[in-house]
């Protein structure tokens, strides 16, 4: 780390990776302390939901704990439920534990499928250039600029019975643009660069130059532009259901934080349903944080003085 | 036209870009024929600023079509639904006739399949700056019920986020001058953490704290129930009492993201050679800051902040909601409970319209404010 910092501190405009080998991924992205950090907690926050069945059955004990009236009241934290219970008698640290699966899923959903749309319309438009590119990018810049949050309410509000990855998928399609644009701008300077011009000249087609030489090089690129769409996709589904305007049929972090406002939890002194759910979500959010952060400074070295290390 | 002719007028547009020394009596003879055609290549600004404004007509066309056919798609017929509230809560027994629902549906402009609709929402559109009827308030316009909840959101939002850009801007200066202090560190990740987090939160937690804990500040609505609307001075200061909260989430995000950008900025300004001889001149630290350093960090900032408005607005929306704030984000809540749909398609378009307004127009001026922005303006100047 100090020899990175000390080679930034000697030259802050010099692109952040030594001469490297023409193909293959750089991996050096891995060895940043917020890049592991972040990765870490997102896997624990995975293998936790993932495991939410088991964690339901354990506590359950052959009887279901997201039944209503499984236990007594709005309970405090005992040994018999470890996060207390909620309004109607659910066990909250399963409902946590399930709500934080469906959160993780919609945002894993919305950020691949508008990563995805970002990815295909950053690779048409910057790679082939001329009219297509015109085009691609008005219809962005088109896009950029509907706000998703009004639609989202209207959609939601109305159609009740919509399940929460038909709303993430529809914040996706709505929300691409951001990240179109700034992988077009990346794969404008990669296209120029000389290992493209070798593989162009080695007779390589379009299709292998955009899988084995610009992608790997724009993984990291990639996937903090999934960790930006997945964050914004998981906070407006927790801010329309935290509201009150969310789907009710599937349990997820926001109808939680929902039914703890609603059901007045605070002033009855029942805190773990309102702070459980607020820091699963918190967890959430600093895990992407980290990575995108930590990509983000990889990306532009300046930023690693700048977040004041 | 014989081919060198044709070579000459391009020699010609190319001489009078690169040359603007060329006398116009020449460009006349060997410009583009047409006077349009010539005019524009002439006035390479009045070109730009014409395409800049196509560019802007057919963004808001399609901007406007595309909420328009996403609103469309929303399953359920607005009349029946709301027929079936009457019936079900005022009128037991009695039903609307289909010569009724018809009628209605012609005045809000849902008769016809979608593409019929959507030709004559733009015909009013356009020719008459009308949305419809509003669903909600009957027989108020949809522009006319937006209008009176408008001044509400203006005030809020302006306010606050005026307040924010400039309380982020010289908190990002002083935070990126003294970029070494353990303050300054602490005041970044501080910021770096709210910049983050959702409107609604920061919201959450104001009520729980200003308003349940310590019942210092009311948590909804804009005004007590107490006082009447009008020039006085408990009307004003129920309304600011109210609109304390609201302005403050808005407030503390806003200026975290503005904090961030303009330290950003700083950083990359103080390294340049004009502050060095500044300094060598001995001029005070602070003077260097104000007049040399933060001049420059400015239309970056307005950029960020009005390229960010689109975001700001829907996070407004959220907000007005939790604090059940009488502005037009509220009013789309209710509008789409009711799937009031020319409302809904009335505040999603001026939301639109703003924020495109607003590149538009920085688009136009900022070249005016900055010399080194210059699209086609340097071919002219020189």
Redesign the interface.
């Known amino acids: 780390m100090t020899a990175q910092e000390e080679s930034v501190a000697g030259a802050p405009d010099a692109p952040a990776v030594a001469p490297r080998r023409s193909r293959g991924a750089n991996w050096r992205y891995l060895r940043n302390g917020k890049v592991i950090g972040g990765f870490s907690i997102l896997v624990l926050l995975v293998a936790l939901g993932a495991m939410h069945g088991l964690i339901a059955d354990w506590i359950g004990d052959g009887s279901d704990p997201l039944e209503v009236g499984f236990g007594p009241r709005m309970q405090l934290p005992s040994s018999e439920h470890w996060l207390g219970t909620d309004q109607v008698g659910r066990d909250e640290l399963a409902l946590v534990v399930t709500g934080l699966w469906t959160s993780l899923q919609v945002g894993a959903v919305a950020g691949l499928v508008s990563t995805g749309i970002g990815i295909v319309v950053a690779f048409l438009s910057g790679y082939t250039g001329g009219w297509v590119d015109s085009l691609l990018s008005a219809i962005t810049d088109i896009f950029l600029v509907i706000p998703t949050i009004p639609l989202l309410i209207a959609y939601s509000a109305f159609a009740k019975e919509v399940h929460l990855y038909q709303l993430g998928i529809i914040l996706a399609l709505f929300s691409w643009a951001a990240a179109a644009r700034a992988i077009r701008s990346n794969v404008l300077s990669l296209r120029s660069r000389p290992y493209v011009d070798l593989a162009r000249v080695s007779k390589l087609n379009n299709l292998e130059i955009i899988f084995r030489e610009l992608m790997p090089n724009m993984l990291p690129y990639l996937v903090l532009g999934f960790g930006l769409s997945a964050i914004g996709a998981i906070f407006a589904l927790v801010g329309l259901e935290v509201i009150g305007l969310g789907p009710s049929n599937v349990i997820d972090l926001g109808l939680l934080i929902n039914s703890a406002v609603s059901s007045g939890a605070l002033s009855l002194g029942v805190w773990p349903m309102f702070l459980a759910p607020i820091v699963a979500i918190a967890l959430i959010f600093v895990g992407l944080s980290l990575v995108t952060l930590g990509l983000e400074e990889f990306f532009n070295p300046r930023l690693r003085r700048v977040a004041g290390e | 036209v014989s081919d060198a002719g044709d070579a000459e007028v391009i020699l010609g547009t190319v001489a009078a870009a690169a040359n603007p020394s060329v006398e116009k009596s020449q460009l006349r003879v060997l410009g583009p024929r047409g006077r349009v055609r010539r005019t524009l290549a002439t006035h390479p600004t009045a070109a730009y600023v014409v395409r800049r404004f196509l560019?802007y007509l057919?963004?808001l066309w399609?901007?406007i079509s595309?909420?328009f056919f996403?609103?469309r798609m929303?399953?359920?017929d607005p009349i029946r639904v709301f027929l079936q509230n009457l019936q079900q809560n005022h009128l037991y027994g009695q039903s609307a006739g289909d010569e009724v629902i018809k009628e209605y549906s012609s005045q809000f402009g849902l008769d016809g399949n979608v593409f019929e609709q959507y030709w004559r929402f733009m015909q009013r559109l356009v020719l008459h700056g009308d949305f419809g009827p509003s669903l909600l308030n009957y027989p108020k316009s949809a522009q006319g019920v937006i209008a009176s909840s408008l001044p509400w959101t203006i005030g809020l939002l302006v306010i606050s986020t005026a307040l924010a850009w400039m309380l982020g801007t010289v908190l990002g200066a002083l935070a990126g001058w003294r970029?070494d202090s353990k303050v300054a560190?602490g005041i970044?990740?501080v910021s770096?953490s709210l910049s983050?987090?959702?409107y609604?939160?920061v919201a959450?937690i104001m009520i729980?704290l200003f308003s349940?804990k310590l019942g210092i500040f009311p948590s909804s609505y804009a005004y007590g129930v107490d006082v009447a609307p009008g020039f006085s001075f408990g009307f004003a200061r129920s309304v600011i009492e109210h609109g304390m909260l609201p302005a403050l989430s808005i407030v503390i995000v806003v200026a975290a993201e503005c904090l961030l950008g303009m330290?950003?900025q700083m950083?990359?300004v103080l390294?340049d050679d004009y502050l060095m001889l500044a300094q060598a001149k001995g001029l005070h630290p602070y003077r260097i800051l104000r007049r040399y350093a933060m001049p420059n960090c400015y239309l970056p900032q307005v950029t960020r902040l009005v390229i960010s408005l689109?975001v700001v607005?829907?996070?407004n929306?959220?907000v007005e909601?939790?604090f059940t704030y009488p502005g037009i984000g509220h009013l789309?809540?209710q509008a789409?409970?009711q799937?009031d749909l020319n409302v809904?398609m009335g505040?999603?378009d001026l939301?639109?319209f703003t924020?495109?307004t607003a590149?538009f127009v920085m688009d136009l001026v900022l070249p005016l404010l900055d010399p080194r922005i210059a699209y086609t303006r340097r071919s002219v100047a020189g």
């Open positions: 560019l057919v963004t399609a901007a595309a909420t996403f609103f929303i399953p359920g970029r560190a970044t990740y770096l983050h987090i959702p609604y939160f959450l729980y349940y330290r950003q950083i990359t390294g689109g607005f829907g996070g929306v959220l909601q939790v789309l809540v789409s409970q799937l809904m505040v999603t939301g639109v924020v495109l590149t």
